[in-house]
């Protein structure tokens, strides 16, 4: 009996530090500050050139109604102690970048219906006047996908500039890291510059 219980104790003295009075270093997981933007992207074997992706509307619009109710229950969630405020800005922040990938998406499809007609009117098919419509549609999909894209750039660079403060507040009372302040600051310069 002895034998085993000496057994069992060896491999937990050697995880124990040699001298007791040093601390043991336990390094807390890292929380995940920014998470990636995961676009819904449909790969259409049948339009989709070698190496390029289409986008999907209709899949990119399904994605965005759960966003959306995401982002509706996000700050709910925050009020209750649930969720942390980043993470009810970053369900928001998806809903932007998901309007602006819809109304590309959109754009493209709009293009792709021009250049369809414009075909049909080469062959002879119908008139010119014909594709009056389809060239409106094209314009129209054109000024929302500039607004949306426009609006996705501003909801981003405010959301780097408030993870920046963030980060310096982090820093300041001593939890933060300057390589993160640094890696914030630079993606803030980074998305100015695009202006």
């Known amino acids: 009996m002895s034998s085993l219980l000496l057994a069992a104790t060896l491999p937990a003295q050697e ?3 040699k001298n007791p009075s040093e601390p043991l270093e ?6 995940i500050q920014e998470t990636p933007n995961r676009n819904v992207v449909h790969t259409n074997p049948d339009t989709a050139v070698a190496g390029q992706t289409v986008l999907d509307p209709e899949r990119i619009g399904i994605a965005l109604e ?3 109710k995401s ?6 969630l925050f009020k209750a102690g649930v969720i942390a405020k980043v993470e009810a800005e970053n369900r928001v ?3 932007v970048r998901l309007e602006a990938d819809l109304a590309q998406a959109k754009l493209e ?3 792709e219906d021009v ?12 008139p010119e006047s014909e594709t009056a419509a389809a060239v409106a549609v094209l314009a129209l999909a054109e000024q929302e996908a500039e607004a949306a894209v426009a609006r996705r750039e501003r909801a981003e ?6 993870n920046l403060q963030r980060q310096k507040k982090l820093l300041a009372m001593g939890s933060g890291r300057k390589s993160e302040v640094s890696r914030a600051e630079e993606k803030v310069s980074a998305l100015q510059s695009k202006e």
Request: glycine share 4%; charged share 30%.
């Open 15 to 17: 995880e124990l530090p």
């Open 26 to 31: 336990i390094e807390p997981p890292l929380l």
């Open 66 to 68: 759960k966003a959306k």
């Open 71 to 76: 982002a509706a229950s996000g700050e709910r």
């Open 93 to 95: 922040l998806k809903v």
């Open 109 to 111: 499809v709009a293009k």
């Open 115 to 126: 250049a369809a007609e414009q075909a049909r009117v080469a062959s002879g098919e119908i």
């Open 157 to 162: 660079l405010d959301a780097a500039r408030l």
